[in-house]
Nanobody
């Protein structure tokens, strides 16, 4: 059974930092590209940042220079370090896993709320 369990969300003031973690089980983690997405009510889920199985990263323009994605294959965990948070970063953040070899294998976590106050 595949599980992606996010943690680290919460309430923070603008300008503050949070680090999200996503612990994966039930998959061969090193074969998967991992991503962080976010969603606010009434809007589509959007990609925040991603990291391939080889370690290449990508980030949305809105978070470049502020958010950093990383992975620890030994711990089957992907992280999202979020600095200089803004109120517009408020959303539910979801962890995503996609098998690089069988791209139809896509999994999602349950989401963690991030709220940035003024």
């Amino acid at each position: 059974q595949v599980q992606l369990v996010e943690s680290g969300g919460g309430l923070v003031q603008a300008g503050g930092s949070l680090r999200l973690s996503c612990a994966a089980s039930g998959i061969i983690f090193s074969r998967y590209s991992m991503g962080w997405y976010r969603q606010t009510p009434g809007k589509q889920r959007e990609l925040v940042a991603s990291i391939t199985s080889g370690g290449s990263t990508n980030a949305a323009d809105s978070v470049k220079g502020r958010f950093t994605i990383s992975r620890d294959n030994a711990k089957n965990t992907v992280y999202l370090q979020m600095n200089s948070l803004k109120p517009e970063d408020t959303a539910v953040y979801y962890c995503n896993a996609q098998d690089d070899y069988r791209v139809y294998r896509v999994y999602w976590g349950q989401g963690t709320q991030v709220t940035v106050s003024l």
